[in-house]
């Protein structure tokens, strides 16, 4: 339960009948809401981890967001708030106020250590920077991509793949192996999707943190316009766990779909000349469109070609389908108490050196 902020007006922590309610009044007042401010997603996170601020605005339109909430490891009884992918689909008359309440949520309860919010926009980036300066917030380190790729997908296939000649490649080479792509919809699933992740994530160096991958797969299931998750199998015969070859999972987020995680096997040698990210990031693509989406985000992209980053590889497969680098993300966070804030990071930091050193020696025995 929120200490404070659970008596401030506009504020619920309970997904009801009000919370449904305000969200309507978003959505009809012309906010175009990520999959992360949808109710129907707050539903499925543990009980009080998120709640939703109802923002009166000036010009009259009603919008809203929802806050995640963390409880710190470093200093107990004290929170982290976060809000994601803040910005695009908002209007921007709504900026303001949205961040003004949010800074005010923030300043009036002890117990919050942090606030950040992950910025996400293709345009008016200074605008959004000038309103979070003024309302005493800084640039943070980011904790999500900073370019992506995006791609037009209100046209029919023929025109998006006219000019796309090796997805057409390789997609008809999927075709020639008999390969198939299905909706995952049972939760027997899930466990090869937590281990075809973490294969992507050891290839790559990245971090992995395992999502909840049953109640992703519920949620999909009950709310296919917002969420997909699909697997690339060998063959129409062989659509089970153990044979899937690699994953794709896209987010809706109000007018474009997020290619948000994916995953693949250690293919057998008659597979290693397959790709098995195209196929599936074409079905994202075509299900973005079929669900009233018009562009699509492809999830991060690195900026230079080659060398030793690991994820370059990744970013030249998304390359295939899009050439069109945008710059849409920034970190920026307010320390309403900047001293309790860094005693909570030095904190942390000394748990983690204490936790080091506690770790048994590798070697010889002497």
Not at 30 to 57: C, E, I, K, M
Not at 151 to 163: A, G, H, K
Not at 306 to 326: C, F, H, N, Q, Y
Request: aromatic residues 6%; positive net charge.
């Amino acid at each position: 339960m929120l200490p404070t902020t659970a008596s401030i007006r506009g504020i619920s922590t309970r997904v009801d009948d009000a919370w449904r309610a305000v969200e309507a009044d978003t959505l009809r007042s012309g906010t175009l809401l990520p999959l992360w401010h949808r109710a129907a997603w707050a539903a499925t996170q543990p009980q009080n981890s998120s709640f939703l601020v109802d923002v009166p605005t000036p010009t009259g339109p009603k919008t809203s967001v929802v806050v995640q909430r963390d409880s710190s490891r470093s200093l107990p009884g004290h929170v982290l708030l976060r809000v994601q992918r803040f910005g695009h689909g908002w209007p921007t008359d709504t900026w303001e106020s949205t961040i003004r309440q949010l800074s005010e949520i923030a300043r009036s309860d002890k117990s919050v250590l942090r606030l950040n919010l992950e910025i996400f926009l293709r345009g008016d980036q200074e605008s959004m920077r000038e309103i979070l300066r003024a309302k005493g917030f800084v640039p943070a380190p980011p904790r999500s991509y900073h370019h992506t790729l995006t791609l037009p997908v209100d046209q029919s296939d023929e025109v998006l793949l006219s000019t796309r000649k090796s997805l057409r490649k390789r997609l008809r080479d999927g075709e020639k192996f008999g390969v198939v792509v299905r909706a995952l919809t049972d939760t027997q699933f899930a466990g090869a999707l937590t281990a075809l992740q973490q294969k992507a994530m050891e290839r790559s160096g990245g971090s992995f943190r395992i999502p909840d991958w049953p109640a992703i797969l519920k949620f999909s299931v009950e709310n296919p316009a917002l969420s997909r998750v699909i697997g690339l199998f060998p063959s129409a015969e062989e659509v089970e766990a153990q044979n899937m070859l690699g994953f794709a999972w896209g987010c809706m987020h109000g007018d474009h779909a997020e290619y948000r995680a994916a995953g693949s096997a250690d293919l057998r040698p008659e597979h290693r000349s397959l790709s098995i990210s195209h196929p599936l990031l074409w079905d994202l693509v075509r299900w973005t469109r079929d669900s009233g989406g018009t562009w699509f985000d492809m999830g991060g992209v690195t900026v230079s070609e080659g060398g030793d980053d690991p994820l370059a590889g990744i970013s030249a497969t998304k390359r295939i389908l899009s050439d069109t680098v945008e710059e849409v993300g920034e970190e920026w966070m307010l320390e309403p108490q900047v001293w309790k804030s860094r005693l909570a990071k030095s904190l942390g930091s000394l748990a983690g050196k204490a936790a080091s050193l506690a770790r048994p020696r590798t070697g010889s025995a002497r």
